[in-house]
């Protein structure tokens, strides 16, 4: 099943109904890229960031604010003057998981452990890069390995021929079930893909979910501890991107298997965010 991409262009927690905190913290220049605020580095002005429903622009000083619930991931939409953070796979770490209460133990595969108390300040840190209006990427359809042997073969048939031509590349996109149910997989598919050498983005399907879940919102526990948040935004030169999660699982028609589909929250961060894009 094939997970939306836009270009331009979760249902909530019981706790959802619980007082909601503040998120705070300051987009800023990281010019020695330690990931740390030292001294020295300014604030970035007009930068994107969410909580996966809102999303607010930083002020002038590079402050930010949000809303924030029990089980949120803030993330930072990434501007098209400025490069993300990444991490030993490739992959955008400009995010903070706020799961206090951590997700549920029972699963079979792992989520997140409690996050306990939010920081007083979450900043992100990005770096200046010069982008044009045109580029090109990779995208890879269901890489879908069952075994560390298909991962091995994703390897030799896939990532060793396009990583030969990744060069001048601007990143790349998997476009969902990243492994076949195994999310034990997860790590090894991100070192595989971490090959190709680009920013790399990821994401969610149908064989990427954690089937123990009761609620939707707890469907992608697994991958937002091993890739982040499921639904996200980022800029490219003229191009801006939503990826979105449109599986449903349990399906809420009969609760049996899932249902393609996206909840209100996420339209919700559609329009949130396209109110900062350009016509």
């Known amino acids: 099943m094939k997970r939306y991409i836009l270009f331009l262009l979760w249902l909530p927690l019981s706790s959802y109904a619980q007082e909601a905190s503040v998120a705070k913290g300051r987009i800023f220049e990281d010019k020695n890229n330690n990931q740390k605020l030292d001294a020295g580095e300014k604030g970035i002005a007009n930068v994107a960031v ?106 030799k048939g896939i990532v060793n021929e396009a990583s030969k031509g990744s060069n001048g590349k601007a990143f790349g996109i998997s476009l969902g079930d990243l492994v076949g149910d195994h999310l034990d997989l997860h790590i090894p598919y991100a070192k595989t893909v971490q090959q190709m050498a680009l920013p790399w983005y990821n994401v969610i399907g149908n064989h990427d979910m954690n089937y123990d879940a009761t609620a939707d919102s707890l469907s992608d526990e697994t991958f937002e501890r091993n890739f982040g948040p499921a639904n996200y935004a980022f800029n490219y030169g003229k191009a801006h991107f939503i990826v979105l999660d449109d599986i449903i699982y349990p399906d809420p028609r009969d609760g049996k298997g899932y249902w393609g589909g996206l909840r209100p929250d996420q339209l919700d961060f559609v329009r949130n965010t396209l109110q900062y894009v350009p016509r």
Request: charged share 20%; net charge negative.
């Open 50 to 155: 969410s909580n996966g429903r809102e999303v607010v622009l930083s002020d002038k000083e590079g402050y930010y604010q949000l809303p924030l619930q029990q089980d949120n991931i803030i993330f930072v939409i990434k501007p098209s003057a400025y490069r993300l953070p990444l991490n030993e796979y490739n992959m955008p770490r400009s995010y903070y998981i706020h799961k206090p209460l951590g997700s549920p133990a029972h699963f079979k595969y792992k989520g997140t452990e409690p996050t306990g108390p939010l920081p007083a300040s979450l900043d992100f840190g990005l770096q200046q890069e010069t982008v044009t209006s045109s580029f090109s990427a990779y995208l890879f359809g269901d890489p879908q390995p069952y075994s560390l042997q298909e991962v091995a073969h994703f390897e």
